[in-house]
Nanobody
Framework: QVQLVESGGGLVQAGGSLRVSCAAS????????MGWFRQAPGKEREFVAA????????LYADSVKGRFTISRDNANNTVYLQMNSLKPEDTAVYYC?????????????????WGQGTQVTVSS
């Protein structure tokens, strides 16, 4: 069983930056691919970014490419999402997800473990 706890959400003005973190309880954290998803009010959960166990391969949604960066620190069982040039449409609850697959995925169903989410609000 893997527990994921997100932190770092908050309120930021458009154009600003924010970094959200996800701490994992897995003893073999480096064996898991990690992903970030988000869900805005009234909308379905959507993919944001994912990273392989080594950090060598990353995947981004087109809507965040060039603005967001996913990274991981296997020594501290943490994955990060650095968000720059934030827009009001980035407002959502951001969820961390993990799976023991070796391939990054943008599909919700490919992730077995999920955190509770952290709210990110971008004001215009």
């Amino acid at each position: 069983q893997v527990q994921l706890v997100e932190s770092g959400g908050g309120l930021v003005q458009a154009g600003g930056s924010l970094r959200v973190s996800c701490a994992a309880s897995a003893r073999t954290f480096s064996n898991y691919i990690m992903g970030w998803f988000r869900q805005a009010p009234g909308k379905e959960r959507e993919f944001v970014a994912a990273i392989t166990w080594s950090g060598g391969i990353t995947l981004y949604a087109d809507s965040v490419k060039g603005r967001f960066t996913i990274s991981r620190d296997n020594a501290n069982n943490t994955v990060y999402l650095q968000m720059n040039s934030l827009k009001p449409e980035d407002t959502a609850v951001y969820y961390c997800a993990a799976d023991r697959s070796r391939s990054v995925s943008a599909r919700n169903i490919d992730y077995e473990y999920w955190g509770q989410g952290t709210q990110v609000t971008v004001s215009s």
